[in-house]
């Protein structure tokens, strides 16, 4: 491989890998943020066990999609450098309000929620939360609007030969962002819902003393799975409007699209005409379980499938019909400077990423007792005891 | 517009500088001073409040490279291919030891972490002086010239510094010293020093590379309503952990 098809297996990896987390995090963070409401309202136990164990899943989760998307945030400048002379005066400007104000604000609260626990008024704690929430969708926003740039470089024009921000309404408005955008955040619905369902599932399978508690998360994931697949698939469809023309003639990026589509179409009967009318008995009806814990990753899959639909498509541009992949490569990359930055990335990321799914798995195999996130102060034995 | 986001951009730098540093600085002492598990138990969770507040500076300081300096952006980055790369996996396996280390009980499991935690924080404070160096040398030197090493040397011995006067300020039992606020203030603004010292160096050339009018106008005017939040916000996670009763808690998440 030469060294563009290295860099482009470097960011379509480390890409993917990103978004498999990113994905589960904008789907469990309104979750997490509604159970948080209830507690907060009614100051239940109940209540409380479910915001530590499926918030602790969500910020589990949350730890390697920051991580991984470091590493997406610098690759521009390392592999990238072309397109940042040709249009980063434009593309930089969405970026720039990601890492700037909305990623800047959800770390910033997620770290006060994680580490306020008992200790900020309870209100103020909430609505740590669901700042973390409303950012993760500003983020979300902004890098779809960038992506959108690329698809169709809409508010700019080229001027000497570089591209230049003439209306940034229309970048914002780009007729690929307004529904790429919701299309993506209820994919996330469905996932972090299918993720209950699958995780809900598994311990009722199991039987044990927290089936109430499964009971009703495999409820909210069953609903919050058939409104998130049903406007995914809505937002699916109304994308096709304002596609590229001749995007998908290529097997390369139709493969992947007609994949989303025939399965992403088949998980929305099962959902919504299926799991839904009979929310009240699946969780009782033992015999499904397994299936509805076989379903969960096929979301991840379909979103990756998605993802490969819309960058494959764009090729061989890196902007549509104005810089091609090749010339928007750092000039100078070598074979053997991505080789090393590749196989580094690839194998401490991917490595993490098995852990961290490992941990959550951990975690759901446990239950939720003994749970880290909002654990109270330890009780430490006196010291003439511990001589 | 220029000197105003040139003020942000240095602002931001520095910020990360005098903040992140005493984290990884205490993520350095931690083989030092941490020497039971105990001991670096609570090192971590003296920081652990802070970090994710912290190390969201550097995120913004790459956005805003791209944002306000695409063109410094590209060459700032691939002329430091080699030393970006491993800083960003420092980077990434300190992050991943912080969120790691408490997930399973076990003295094996968090030991290797705290590896990790110190070998990233290692990484990233030595890196940095390598980095700044080669900034201030516009980028033409080799990555391991003399200098830019004892640069790294220097920077981290800083952030170690800084970190033990953090430690000093909240957790004065483990650190094995007492030090005010103010101290920290002060070891705060010598560890941002390098960092200022370059960005001050390169006034006029960033000045001359910075992006569009246009550009900055519309970046200004989306950022500047949600500014006062992120002021709060930062000002409300040292208001809720200063040092008082109590204030490093354990077991804390990280």
């Known amino acids: 491989m030469d060294a563009l098809d290295l860099a482009r297996t470097q960011f379509a990896v480390t890409g993917s890998l990103h978004f498999l987390f990113v994905l589960l995090t904008l789907g469990l963070a309104p979750l997490v943020a509604i159970m948080h409401t209830r507690w907060t309202r009614s100051g239940a ?133 307004v529904f790429s955008f919701p299309h993506v955040i209820s994919a996330g619905l469905f996932t972090a819902g299918m993720m209950l369902v699958g995780a809900s599932a598994y311990r009722l399978r199991r039987g044990g003393e927290d089936a109430a508690f499964f009971t009703r998360s495999m409820r909210t994931g069953i609903v919050t799975a058939a409104l998130g697949i049903t406007l995914t698939v809505g937002f699916g469809y109304a994308q096709f409007g304002g596609i590229q023309e001749g995007k998908f003639k290529g097997d390369t990026a139709a493969t992947p699209l007609a994949l989303m589509m025939d399965v992403g179409n088949l998980m929305f009967f099962l959902a919504v005409f299926l799991m839904l009318p009979l929310v009240r008995f699946l969780p009782r009806w033992r015999w499904t379980h397994r299936l509805l814990m076989i379903l969960t990753p096929v979301p991840f899959v379909l979103a990756v499938c998605g993802w490969l639909a819309r960058e494959l498509g764009r090729q061989p541009w890196m902007v549509w019909k104005k810089l091609t992949v090749a010339d928007a490569m750092s000039p100078g990359l070598t074979p053997g400077m991505i080789t090393v930055s590749l196989v580094g990335f690839t194998a401490v990321l991917g490595l993490l990423a098995l852990t961290d799914y490992a941990l959550i798995a951990r975690l759901i195999r446990r239950g939720p007792r003994d749970l880290d996130l909002g654990a109270a102060a330890e009780e430490r034995p006196a010291p003439a005891l511990s001589l | 517009m220029e000197l105003i986001w040139y003020a942000v951009f240095t602002l931001l730098l520095s910020g990360y500088f005098a903040l992140e540093g005493f984290d990884l600085g205490v993520g350095l002492l931690m083989p030092v001073i941490g020497r039971t598990q105990e001991t670096r138990d609570r090192m971590v969770a003296a920081m652990a409040p802070f970090v994710l507040a912290n190390e969201v500076w550097l995120v913004a300081v790459a956005g805003a490279l791209f944002g306000v300096y695409p063109h410094l952006e590209g060459e700032a980055l691939f002329g430091l291919y080699p030393l970006v790369v491993a800083m960003l996996l420092a980077w990434v396996v300190r992050d991943a030891g912080l969120w790691f280390r408490r997930r399973i009980d076990g003295p094996g499991w968090r030991r290797f972490w705290d590896v990790t935690i110190t070998a990233g924080s290692l990484g990233l404070s030595f890196g940095w002086g390598v980095a700044l160096y080669a900034a201030a040398t516009g980028f033409g030197s080799s990555l391991l010239h003399p200098l830019g090493l004892l640069l790294g040397v220097v920077v981290t011995l800083l952030f170690a510094w800084h970190g033990w006067t953090f430690l000093g300020w909240r957790a004065p039992e483990t650190a094995g010293i007492t030090r005010t606020g103010r101290a920290l203030a002060l070891s705060g603004l010598a560890a941002a020093l390098p960092a200022l010292a370059v960005l001050g160096g390169a006034l006029p050339y960033l000045l001359d590379h910075s992006a569009p009018a246009s550009t900055l106008g519309v970046m200004g005017v989306m950022a500047l309503p949600f500014a006062p939040v992120m002021v709060l916000a930062q000002v409300w996670v040292w208001r809720f952990f200063r040092p008082g009763r109590s204030a490093v808690r354990t077991p804390s998440f990280f």
Not at chain 1, 113 to 135: D, M, N, Q, S
Request: overall charge neutral.
């Open chain 1, 45 to 177: 136990p109940e209540h409380e066990r479910a915001v530590r164990f499926w918030g602790q899943v969500y910020v589990t989760n949350y730890a390697v999609g920051i991580v991984t998307g470091l590493v997406m945030e610098f690759q521009f400048g390392l592999s990238w450098s072309g397109l940042s002379r040709y249009a980063g005066d434009v593309f930089g400007a969405p970026l720039a309000m990601e890492t700037l104000v909305a990623f800047f604000l959800e770390s910033t609260f997620l770290g006060l929620w994680i580490f306020g626990w008992g200790r900020l008024p309870k209100w103020l704690h909430l609505a740590c939360i669901w700042a973390v929430t409303l950012t993760a969708y500003a983020s979300a926003w902004f890098i779809m609007a960038a992506n959108s740039f690329l698809q169709n470089p809409a508010g700019a024009v080229e001027r000497g030969g570089r591209m230049e921000l003439v209306d940034a309404a229309a970048l914002f408005t780009n007729k690929t962002l």
